[in-house]
T-cell receptor, first 117, second 115 residues
Framework: DTGVSQNPRHKITKRGQNVTFRCDPISEHNRLYWYRQTLGQGPEFLTYFQNEAQLEKSRLLSDRFSAERPKGSFSTLEIQRTEQGDSAMYLC???????????????FGEGSWLTVV | KQEVTQIPAALSVPEGENLVLNCSFTDSAIYNLQWFRQDPGKGLTSLLLIQSSQREQTSGRLNASLDKSSGRSTLYIAASQPGDSATYLCAPSPISSGSARQLTFGSGTQLTVLP
């Protein structure tokens, strides 16, 4: 168990460029989440996968954002035509499917910092 | 919509002191609540998970309590150490989030433990 891995850890890009972040969840975790965090705030939910199916998307996820989890393992988050307001830390998290009403611990990665200049 | 408030926003204490961090949430219909620690520029480290049916959880010097009916949770840190300095975030998982079991975060309490 090597934890949730994210890369790149830091990305500086010019406005209008596309960027892609990758997340490798803890093995055998079938749930994968993306969150976004800006300075001084707690993370905000973006989207959630169960295996390869994207089951929920936040209204924060504009049309410029797309996330995939092609084989139910790693996931990518792509931001097209980046804007300065996209500057944030993008956090990936994973967990096992809950047992009934009991929830399981959600484990986060180290995050990918995006700076749009 | 679930709203989470953490008080105080910042706290500075001398080493060795016991302290309490507070978290309140508006929607008491939750699956569970997690407490996390975040070091500057880093991701989140899970500290404790309390199921909705539980009253408290303990791990080492940490004890988290949950009063679901009043929408409150506290994180108690005993014998604080400089290494405890970080931002502490609480995150209930509201039942309204459905099968996603997503977390709703507060803005955190920034703790500084002075040597």
């Amino acid at each position: 168990d090597t934890g949730v891995s994210q890369n790149p850890r830091h990305k500086i890009t010019k406005r209008g460029q596309n960027v892609t972040f990758r997340c490798d969840p803890i093995s055998e975790h079938n749930r994968l989440y993306w969150y976004r965090q800006t300075l001084g705030q707690g993370p905000e939910f973006l989207t959630y996968f169960q295996n390869e199916a994207q089951l929920e998307k936040s209204r924060l996820l504009s049309d410029r954002f797309s996330a995939e989890r092609p084989k139910g393992s790693f996931s990518t988050l792509e931001i097209q035509r980046t804007e300065q307001g996209d500057s944030a830390m993008y956090l990936c998290a994973s967990s096992r499917r809950p047992d009934g009403e009991l929830g399981n611990t959600i484990y986060f990665g180290e995050g990918s910092w995006l700076t749009v200049v | 919509k679930q709203e989470v408030t953490q008080i105080p926003a910042a706290l500075s204490v001398p080493e060795g002191e016991n302290l309490v961090l507070n978290c309140s949430f508006t929607d008491s219909a939750i699956y569970n609540l997690q407490w996390f620690r975040q070091d500057p520029g880093k991701g989140l480290t899970s500290l404790l998970l309390i199921q909705s049916s539980q009253r408290e959880q303990t791990s080492g010097r940490l004890n988290a309590s949950l009063d679901k009916s009043s929408g409150r949770s506290t994180l108690y840190i005993a014998a604080s150490q400089p290494g405890d300095s970080a931002t502490y975030l609480c995150a209930p998982s509201p039942i309204s989030s459905g099968s996603a079991r997503q977390l709703t975060f507060g803005s955190g309490t920034q703790l500084t433990v002075l040597p």
